[in-house]
């Protein structure tokens, strides 16, 4: 049991260290809003999250206020709504975007994901409807996330579908232009998708859940930071030990927070997501603790196998502190949220490239990263198509959160503000994938994916 003990021992670090709940997020199913008249169906899921999730603001931020510690943000995850919304009968999908937006406006919470598809293997009606309707929904809307799960290791890569992406993630930074192409930054896609992930924007409920739960999502790289200074110059072993009895502590914290608001809330306690995500505040920041790790800047030789030291201690060292760490626990490695990793850009030692080989073993992908706005369709798929590759081969989720800033080029930066931050525009590769990306089609799933 957590005691209140080990909430006093938290302190330093939230004063010092930006210990902080990253979030406490709600997963709400709403299969059974089925409807085949889409006002109906809205006029139900606003219903019913404006019911379930009354009082999730307030319980979070009574929470917070009694234990001393920061909640950053109280969300909300839903049942895809390609699935959802499959009997509906229109051809857009965005008012259902905007009930969304309606919703999560009435019971203030600070982003809605779950305007997902999962189409790793093929996509049905409303699968596409819903994937044409992503650039007008997430630049008509305010707190809306969206994501679409394009390969699993079991599924194999669906390319006609990582082809689409080039073209909506294009068109939704076009139809955002206004606030820095700021549309993309609400939308990620996948591999290997993770159905109890609390963290924007790729959260949504999965099929598989409870009606509801609650999902919490810790983070403190500024602590694991602040204990490596203390073995500067120590042996990997001592490295390791560090970080994993740091990781417990963290999730020792997320572990009481997730069952005082599963209780206050009467929904059930699903996941601790043990993530060690970056705020672009000093302090805060991933790439810091490589550095403290012995990497002269981030990007340099080395910074793979940090990375791996860093996810894999992280997780070791959450499972021993709560029986219920799940979601993509690890390190994320976000360029724009990180003021150590757009650092490391401007001095040129951190490129896309090496990004992709950091994903390998981090726990999400290339996340946050701005490219010229000129980019084209066929560039953005490959990228996308690289790391759906990494994710399926290696049984790991994988995902790309990659912004073409319109009218802005390399050397130029875009400023989203608050927890998003501020993105230096990155050069991509200039050679062409057009002809691969055109195949269509869908890559096998590799053959160790039919052990069972």
């Known amino acids: 049991m957590v005691t209140r003990q080990e909430i006093k021992m938290t302190n330093k670090m939230v004063t010092n260290e930006n210990l902080d709940v990253r979030t406490i997020t709600m ?39 009694e234990f001393g510690v920061p909640v950053v943000n109280k969300r909300i995850s839903l049942t895809p709504v390609a699935i959802a919304a499959s009997s509906v009968k229109a051809d857009s999908f965005v008012p259902i975007a905007e009930a969304l937006d309606r919703a999560a406006k009435a019971v203030g919470v600070n982003f809605i994901g779950g305007f997902s598809a999962l189409v790793q293997k093929g996509m049905t009606r409303s699968d596409k409807i819903l994937i044409d309707s992503i650039p007008e929904a997430l630049s008509t809307t305010d707190f809306v996330c969206s994501s679409v799960n394009l390969g699993s290791t079991k599924a194999g890569i669906n390319m006609d579908a990582v082809q689409k992406m080039g073209h909506i993630i294009k068109q939704t930074a076009y139809l955002s232009r206004d606030n820095g192409s700021l549309g993309c930054a609400k939308f990620v896609v996948f591999c290997n998708s993770t159905s109890d992930n609390p963290f924007m924007a790729g959260a949504y409920h999965g099929v598989e859940e409870a009606d509801a739960a609650i999902n919490v999502g810790v983070s403190g790289p500024g602590v694991v930071k602040t204990a490596l200074e203390e073995v500067r110059g120590a042996d990997f072993e001592t490295l390791c030990e560090t970080v994993k009895r740091t990781a417990f502590k963290i999730t020792r914290l997320g572990q009481l927070f997730a069952r005082e608001a599963s209780a206050r809330l009467g929904v059930p306690f699903g996941i601790i997501d043990l993530s060690l995500a970056p705020t672009p505040a000093r302090g805060d920041s991933i790439a810091e603790i490589v550095q403290e790790m012995g990497i002269e800047q981030v990007g340099a030789p080395g910074t793979t196998a940090a990375i791996a030291i860093l996810n894999d201690n992280v997780k070791k060292g959450g499972i021993m502190a709560s029986s219920y760490v799940g979601g993509l626990s690890g390190a994320f490695i976000p360029v724009s949220e990180d003021s150590g990793m757009i650092e490391a850009v401007q001095c040129g030692s951190l490129n896309i490239e090496k990004l992709e080989a950091m994903t390998c073993v981090c726990s999400v992908g290339i996340d946050m990263v701005a490219v010229p706005g000129d980019t084209s369709e066929a560039t953005i798929s490959g990228i996308i198509a690289d790391e759906m590759a990494i994710g399926m081969i290696n049984a790991k989720t994988t995902a790309v959160r990659i912004i073409p800033v319109y009218g802005k080029a390399v050397g130029e930066s875009v400023s989203w503000g608050g927890l998003l931050g501020t993105a230096p525009v990155m050069p991509v590769n200039k050679f062409s994938c057009a002809d691969f990306i055109n195949r269509g089609g869908r890559i096998p799933a590799p053959v160790h994916s039919f052990k069972n």
């Not at 109906?40 to 319980?59: G, H, M, N, P, Q």
Request: charged share 40%; glycine share 6%; aromatic share 6%.
């Open 27 to 65: 997963g709400i199913n709403i299969m059974d809003c089925a409807d085949e008249d889409i006002s109906r169906f809205c006029d139900k899921v606003y219903d019913k999250i404006t019911k379930k999730a009354e009082k999730l603001v307030s319980v979070g931020e009574e929470i917070s206020a």
